[in-house]
């Protein structure tokens, strides 16, 4: 059969883009492959390692498990989007600080499941900061850094020292 | 792995998703949350011809506590029944099992009805509605009918959903000052599927319980109420009550785990819920 296609509208980073994607695209290749957002990553591709994670319309999501197609009027942001515009900088230094990344294939995803909780606010403690990012693998730092750097962060923002 | 190609439709209403749902060779799908169905396309585990999306379906997201009841629309994705002060108040068994579905990404897409629709054996919330004695809504091109969660799980990923059928709600009875609840699972990482797992509720009465009703997950081809053990422990006997376990399960050896550890699990699971159905609420 001819793949069925779509045509989607959409915004990416605050960009509106229009394409023609096929129906079994998933979001993440279409926003690799087509629009050469190569900062999410491609693991598993079926939910398990949180390579994947973007954020649409506000909300963190695997997006191996999302269609493009789906996304047609949806606000898609990218690690790309969110890093350029600031929003995670003190996170980015943390990581950086604390050897929270070593290949860094884990570490987009990783960053925004971790804004996800800090935009929470308040400190959460290491074991809430464990138990919300334990959909997201690392197979380098072995967690215990990354945990720090989120800790750390969480307390600077409400106003503490570390 | 990439899916094999597929249609897609997006739903403009549950009429609509029916109408679409009707083809002869039975190949659309419909996709919810897609947490579990975009997996198994990407693992080529099935491929359906037709992918029906009911995002956007207006009226399957509501969330009403009314008539003694709660009702949760199919399409109620797991992060909001957590946000939910109905939920918390009216349903508290399942705020205690949503925090153990996979991790907050999935449960900000994942629903309650896809997941009970799609009844993995190990999952908490088909347990949970079993363990309610909840009832589930369902629509189809004959038209709409209401099942009860002893009736609904038929097999391994098996239930009274037919091939064109819709589940549009679930109810369960609305918790009173006497309604006690308990869970507890047991799981390799926080996030994983259970290897064990224990929903439980019942009634305060006098000083022990009545209306006892012990649902496990993990140990079977579906959640299993454990009816042996409820009538034991109504009786306030709680070793009892995990040596009669041994009439009402029989957990098989899987990935996760042996039978036998299953078993020994099961009982370990019951002395902590116990506790907590024994415990008043505040
Ligand atoms: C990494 C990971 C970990 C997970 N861990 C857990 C866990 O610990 N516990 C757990 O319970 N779940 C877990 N899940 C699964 C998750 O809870 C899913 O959300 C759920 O199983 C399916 O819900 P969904 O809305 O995503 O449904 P979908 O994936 O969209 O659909 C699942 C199936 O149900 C059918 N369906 C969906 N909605 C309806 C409906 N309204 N009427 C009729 N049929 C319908 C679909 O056609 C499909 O066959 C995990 C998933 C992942 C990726
Ligand atoms: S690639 Fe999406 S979760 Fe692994
Ligand atoms: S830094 Fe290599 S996987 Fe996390």
């Known amino acids: 059969m001819s793949a069925p296609t779509h045509q989607i509208t959409l915004t990416v980073n605050g960009e509106t883009v229009s394409e023609t994607v096929e129906a079994r695209k998933t979001l993440v290749d279409f926003l690799r492959e087509d629009l050469f957002l190569t900062g999410s990553h491609v693991g598993c591709e079926h939910g398990v390692c949180g390579a994947c994670t973007v954020r649409v319309d506000g909300a963190v999501v695997r997006g191996c498990l999302m269609l493009a197609a789906q996304c047609d009027g949806a606000r898609v942001e990218t690690i790309e989007g969110v890093s350029d515009g600031g929003e995670i900088a003190d996170l980015q230094a943390a990581f950086e600080k604390r050897n929270a990344l070593q290949c860094g294939f884990c570490t987009p995803g990783m960053l925004l499941t971790a804004q996800e909780l800090l935009a929470g606010g308040g400190v959460p403690s290491r074991e809430k900061i464990r138990e919300h990012i334990s959909g997201n693998y690392c197979r380098c730092t072995g967690y215990q850094a990354i945990v720090d750097a989120i800790e750390a962060v969480a307390m600077a923002r409400a106003g503490g020292e570390k | ?282």
């Open chain 2, 1 to 282: 792995m990439k899916p094999a190609p597929f249609a897609y439709a997006k739903a403009r209403s549950l009429d609509h998703a029916i109408e679409l749902l009707a083809r002869p060779d039975g190949e659309a799908r419909l996709l919810a949350g897609g947490q579990s169905l975009m997996a198994t396309l990407n693992m080529r585990l099935s491929a359906p011809k037709l992918l029906i999306d009911l995002n956007g379906v207006k009226g399957l997201d509501g969330i009403a506590a009314k008539d003694g009841a709660v009702e949760i629309g199919a399409m109620v994705r797991h992060v909001q029944a957590e946000r939910s002060a109905d939920i918390a108040r009216y349903a508290p068994l399942i705020a205690l099992a949503l925090p153990h579905i996979g991790h907050a990404a999935i449960r900000n897409r994942g629903t309650l009805g896809g997941s009970i629709a799609f009844a993995d054996p190990a999952a908490e919330l088909p347990a949970c509605l079993l363990a309610l004695g909840g009832e589930l809504d369902i629509a189809g091109h004959k038209g709409k009918r209401t099942v009860k969660a002893d009736d609904f799980f038929k097999g391994l990923f098996e239930t009274a959903l037919g091939p064109n059928d819709v589940l549009t709600a679930i109810r369960i009875p609305a918790a009173t000052t006497e309604t006690r609840v308990g869970f507890a699972e047991f799981a390799r990482r926080h996030g994983d599927y259970a290897i064990a797992g224990l929903a439980a509720c019942a009634k305060a009465s006098g000083a022990g319980l009545s209306d006892v009703r012990l649902a496990y997950f993990g140990v079977g081809n579906t959640p299993i109420r454990a009816k042996n053990a409820e009538a034991a422990l109504a009786g306030g006997d709680i070793e009892g009550a995990v040596k009669a376990l041994g009439g009402d399960l029989d957990p098989q050896d899987d990935v996760q785990s042996t039978g036998a550890a299953k078993k020994h699990l099961a009982g370990v699971l019951l002395r902590r819920v116990a506790k907590q159905l024994m415990e008043a609420r505040p």
